[in-house]
């Protein structure tokens, strides 16, 4: 399964950004997508999660200011951000959990997307 994400790019502090990722693959169902980031230096953290019904979760950092959303029909999670601030620059990696095929199960992550936010 191969997740392709795009809409990263440069911003000011205030701005906004959506980004998409896509999944393709065969005969998938997919259970939880996620979006994670890596500051330079730091580790990779968890930004938002959505499951299959549409259930989200956010890190405490990006509360109120974060959307993530789904279109179970294209396959592709989104992640709306708004009043960006500096902390938010990284590269955002989108990921995704679920069934292959009827049968086979996978965990697949993007290629990363770097969003960064000028002061």
């Known amino acids: 399964v191969q997740l392709q994400a795009s809409g990263g790019g440069l911003v000011q502090t205030g701005g906004s950004l959506r980004l998409s990722c896509a999944a393709s693959?065969?005969?998938?169902?997919?259970?939880?997508m996620a979006w994670y980031r890596q500051a330079p230096g730091k580790q990779r953290e968890l930004v938002a999660t959505?499951?299959?019904?549409?259930?989200?979760n956010y890190a405490d950092s990006v509360k109120g200011r974060f959307t993530i959303s789904r279109d179970n029909a294209k396959n592709t999670v989104y992640l709306e951000m708004n009043s960006l601030k500096a902390e938010d620059t990284g590269v955002y990696y989108c990921?995704?959990?679920?069934?292959?095929?009827?049968?086979?199960?996978?965990?697949?992550w993007g290629q990363g997307t770097q969003v960064t936010v000028s002061s």
């Open positions: 990921y995704a959990g679920g069934v292959e095929s009827g049968w086979r199960s996978f965990v697949s």
């Open positions: 693959g065969t005969s998938l169902s997919i259970n939880t």
């Open positions: 959505i499951s299959r019904g549409g259930r989200t």
